[in-house]
């Protein structure tokens, strides 16, 4: 066997001394100087130690605050402050418990503090955690980062992780998308074209029709012909006035005929 030394002796019967002693208090107590003396319960904090004369004195916790153990404390936690919404309200037994809006998210692990999801469809949140403090809380910090391959995203408006299988959402949409603004444009832009141009070629085929109308109706008139009758009653009419005319030179040729007679006559 081999021998101990006096200081591991001492530790060792000091622990078996300190385990035993432990062992002899009962369940909801705790040994102070000595004595075994009563834990306060959930919802109370202790006020006086225990004493021969007594055990520990507790008294329940004041609104707004809460013990949520057996504890020796000598006063309650103050309850939980949530930014947007309770889900469960503080008791004196157990703390509150918070809730972000939809479109936010959970700041640190308790989502006592909510912030904004900026993430939209076709990407992918990525959340990091920060070390605990000493109080147990654990900041949260948020990113957004391209879908992965695995055709996962986040949702910006529940606040939660889906998956679309089929559905490959990365960059690419948003070059679909411009191929397919680009596509429509173009198409407009050819439809706008093509409507002035038979616009114009409507307009000129007009200009050129009413010359030609005109001279159609020129060619009819030209191409009537008259009845015999109107035709002999034209005739007739033109030998009137042929025969008009040749007696009004008669008449002017024997005018003039004596007037000259007559001037001759005055002269000799």
Sequence with gaps: MIPLSPSLALVCVLSIW???????????????????CDLCPPGKFMTEFCSKQRQTVCKPCKEGYFSDHYNMFDRCEKCRSCQHEYA???????????????????????????EENKCVSGEKLMKTAG????????????RCAPSSPDNSYFDRKEGTSMFSPGTHRDGSDSVHSVLYISFVLVSLTLLVFLSYVCIKTLRKHKAYKQPTELLALSNIGSDFHLSKEESGHELRMQDETKNSNSLDLLQLEKVSTCYCSAALEQGT
């Excluded at 909801?28 to 075994?36: F, H, K, M, P, Y």
């Excluded at 070390?131 to 910090?141: A, V």
């Design 18 to 36: 300190t385990i035993g002693l432990a062992a002899a208090c009962g369940d909801g107590q705790d040994e102070v100087d000595g004595r075994c």
């Design 88 to 114: 469960e309200k503080c008791t004196l037994t157990a703390n509150a418990n918070c809730s972000c809006l939809p479109g936010f998210l959970c700041s640190n692990n308790v989502c006592s503090k909510c």
């Design 131 to 142: 070390p605990r403090r000493p109080d147990g809380l654990i900041e949260y910090s948020y």
